[in-house]
């Protein structure tokens, strides 16, 4: 008869004294190195039943080490984006200006005068932190700001036109990363949609019918932000919006998506929507992201008339929808940042990245390429190419950003394998994968980052050896 094959596997406490467990247990709790053997073993044990060898032991103590220190790491953390889309939805959009993140850890190390008055001592407003200087930006009457773009949608319609009928164009009806979707969003907020127009055409006398027949007592403007209707179309613009909404007392309201609250600090990009433009058009409210073309935290920026704002912020949804304090302060700082449009386009990663010249970021690809096919040996093939960078976050999906990348077009594992072995990195470095290459775009590089990248391009020729 045979013998078990289990009975060949190390024990557990011969296992937790062995000499990499041991010394492990100067950075690692000793509960997580136990929970790491169990883990380990119990999944060992499987291997060998199915007809695998029973691994040694050192190599056993090896692998637990490092679950145990995989259990030690946060689940979220810092990333490399080399592929080049600046607003990544999935890699936390808009990366802030060093004054921002100083702002967040100021705020969150101690007390701060969130909502306290210094002068009056007295209960304050966690707005008045950025009112005045989102409306010196933007030339509006008054403003606040909430958790994020959606939440900012919500409670316009919630505070302004709740059982009211809304009037809105069939070519705006859109959905923003699966969740957010402006006939869903309208119906949880109480208001109620009144599609107007059709997909590709959506005239003035078509808003103007709505509004005669009393089907509608509000009208929202939706930046199409992710995509663009082209061929035969026809849109009603906000100043001609304005002029029918101010004639029939009814406000006119407008999602802009993304928002560039100073172009003079952003000349690449001369169509991304502006609030200030928004706003002198004759919008009532406004409202858009904080972490996409605006270049700060995540947040929903709102911006108006006055008595609009106001019942906004009396609305009990305002409590619900609250910006936190770390983000306020993120905001803020980004927002003074943003007076000074040359400053902010050296101190706003979201800023010189979209505006990086493209000879520029020729000559960083050049350096990124040599020192990978340095790092990465003789069996890999690396060069520069041009390739084309994204705003991203579902802004300007039609705007194609000349730039430059490092490929590697050839070599072992190229290019799933390395794409591989680059996201598993102790810092995940995560790249594009284009006609059998691996590119590595720029655009979206720090400048530390390209160290680290050197560096798993090393760890890579180590474990091929
Ligand atoms: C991005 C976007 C939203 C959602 O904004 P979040 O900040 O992601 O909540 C809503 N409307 C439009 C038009 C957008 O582009």
Do not use: W
Not at 20 to 47: F, K, M, N
């Amino acid at each position: 008869m045979c013998e078990n094959p289990l009975r060949a596997l190390p024990k557990m406490d011969v296992l937790l004294s062995h000499p990499t467990l041991v010394s492990a247990r100067e950075t690692i709790p000793y509960g997580l190195i136990r929970q790491a053997a169990r883990d380990t073993l119990e999944e060992v044990r499987r291997t060998v039943l199915a007809g695998a060898a029973v691994p040694p032991v050192d190599a056993l103590a090896g692998e637990i080490a490092s679950a145990a220190r995989a259990l030690c790491r946060p689940g979220l953390r810092k990333v490399i984006n080399a592929t080049g889309v600046v607003l990544h939805t999935n890699l936390g959009r808009a990366p802030l200006a060093p004054q921002a993140a100083e702002a967040v850890r100021a705020a969150a190390e101690g007390y701060s005068n969130l909502e306290y008055d210094l002068d009056r001592a007295c209960r304050g407003s966690r707005h008045s932190h950025v009112e005045a200087l989102l409306c010196s930006l933007t030339g509006s009457e008054a403003a606040m700001a909430v958790n994020n773009n959606a939440a900012a949608v919500f409670l316009m319609l919630s505070a302004l036109a709740a059982g009211k009928g809304v009037a809105v164009s069939r070519g705006e009806l859109v959905e923003i990363g699966g969740a957010f979707r402006v006939p869903e969003i309208m119906e949880a907020s109480g208001a109620v949609l009144r599609e107007v127009g059709t997909t590709n055409k959506t005239r003035r006398a078509d808003y103007e019918r709505a509004l005669l027949s009393q089907e509608a007592q509000a009208l929202l403007k939706v930046h199409t932000s992710n995509y663009q209707i082209v061929g035969f179309t026809e849109d009603t613009p906000l100043s001609q919006l304005a002029g029918l909404a101010a004639a029939h007392g009814v406000p006119l309201l407008c999602d802009l998506g993304s928002c560039v609250l100073s172009p003079a600090a952003l000349p690449a990009l001369p169509a991304a929507p502006s609030a200030a433009a928004a706003l002198a058009d004759g919008a009532d409210v406004v409202c858009f992201s904080g972490d996409k073309l605006l270049g700060g935290p995540q947040a929903g920026v709102v911006l108006g008339k006055k008595r609009y704002i106001d019942a906004m912020k009396r609305h009990p949804l305002a409590r619900v929808v609250r910006i936190d304090k770390l983000s306020l302060a993120a905001l803020e700082a980004t927002l003074l940042l943003l007076r000074d449009p040359e400053a902010a386009r050296e101190a706003l990663p979201v800023l010189s990245m979209l505006g990086a010249r493209p000879e520029d970021l020729r000559g960083r690809a050049e350096g990124l390429a040599a020192g990978l096919s340095a790092a990465l040996g003789p069996d890999y093939t690396v060069s520069v190419l041009p390739c084309a960078g994204q705003v991203g976050g579902g802004s300007m999906p039609n705007e194609a950003l000349p730039g430059f990348c490092a490929a590697v077009t050839a070599g072992p594992g190229v290019p799933e394998g390395l794409e591989a072995a680059f996201r598993r990195h102790a810092v995940p470095i995560l790249c594009r994968i284009h006609h059998g290459a691996l590119l590595l775009d720029v655009r979206t590089l720090a400048a530390e980052d390209e160290a680290e990248i050197l560096r798993a391009a090393e760890a890579v020729r180590e474990t091929s050896r």
